[in-house]
Each structure stands twice: as C-alpha cells, then as structure tokens.
C-alpha cells in the first residue's frame, strides 16, 4: 500500500484497520469518504489550534469535490445532454458550452460532463445563462459553480439558486450572484 505522507509503523497499523473496517463495512468510494470525513470530525483536537483548523479542513474536504458532482443527477456526456434535450446533435451542446449558455467540467483528458440539472422539463433551466455570465465575469470554477447552485442560501430564504431558477425567478437569483460575487463567497 502507497502513501501519500510518511507514516510511522502505529499509524501504518492504524489504517490498515481502518481498510479492514471499511472493507467489511462495505464501504468504498464516495460512501468511505463520508464516513471518514465524519471520523475525521469528530477527533479530539490538537493542541496547535492553527494546526486542528488546517486538519479540519483538509478532512471536510475528503470526497467532496464528487459529492458536489453526482448531486442532483451528476454528470453527463454531450450526447446524453442531447438525447435529453431531444437534439440530434452533440455538436448543438458543444455549441451551447461555447456561447457559455451551458457549463461543463474535464472528467479526464478531452472527456467533458455536464450537469444533468442544467436540464429542467425538457429545455435548458430558465436563466441558466444569465447567471453563468456573473459567475464567469467573477472567475468561478466550474466546481465553484456547482456549488452555488447546489447550496442553500439565508439571501435566498433557504433555498437554493437551482430552486429558484426552476420556479423561474431569474431576476432574485441574478442578483443574488452579483451579491454572491461582490462580497467574494
């Protein structure tokens, strides 16, 4: 078994039990991370608090990147994306990616998925565009972008910018990503 950092021969031990928890828990991927990531939470902390925060950071963001991912749908090809929008034309998706009414992330070398929710009732999502142009003007990476739609937000009543665009109220959900931009969340 590889490492990434270094480990002394009782925390070598440690996981290999914890492989062997997980394995006979059978738990693999994004459902051992989530539970390593609750694991990792609920430590003592270290006595160098600057440490315990780095720490606590780094074991949030275990697995995250594709929780966020697989939410609502997860990712799809272009082609898929076609099919559910009843085009004939992977070329159409690529095209919508190009004018940046749509988004996409790299899953690999030249391999593209998009958001299966940017899909709503057979169309593109209402001001999906609109608000992909803020959140391109401010820099947001494509998982950045992920995750304003997906979060709730107190602005927003709880609810989520996707909700909202779903129930077709562009205009608070724009607004609320120039907010979102100005204060550098």
């Known amino acids: 078994m590889q490492t990434q950092a270094s480990l002394a021969p009782h925390e070598e031990r440690a996981v290999v039990a914890v492989d062997a928890v997980l394995a006979a828990a059978q738990l693999a991927g994004p459902q051992a991370l989530r539970v390593l990531r609750v694991v990792g939470e609920r430590l003592p902390a270290l006595s160098d608090e600057r440490a315990a925060a780095f720490e606590r950071v780094r074991i949030r963001s275990l697995g995250v990147e594709d929780e966020l991912r697989n939410r609502e749908g997860g990712g799809i090809s272009d082609a ?66 992920i995750d304003y739609f997906l979060s709730a937000s107190d602005e927003l009543d709880g609810a989520r910018p996707l909700d909202l665009l779903r129930r077709n109220r562009i205009e608070d959900v724009t607004a609320h990503a120039r907010r979102h931009g100005a204060i550098g969340a």
Request: hydrophobic residues 40%; aromatic residues 10%.
């Open 80 to 145: 898929e994306f076609a099919r559910r929008l009843g085009l004939g034309s992977r070329e159409t998706i690529r095209s919508y990616r190009g004018r940046g009414a749509i988004f996409a992330w790299e899953k690999g070398a030249r391999n593209l998925r998009y958001p299966a929710w940017q899909i709503h009732r057979q169309a593109l999502l209402p001001g999906l565009a609109d608000v992909l142009a803020i959140l391109r003007k401010m820099g947001t990476s494509p998982l950045g972008i």
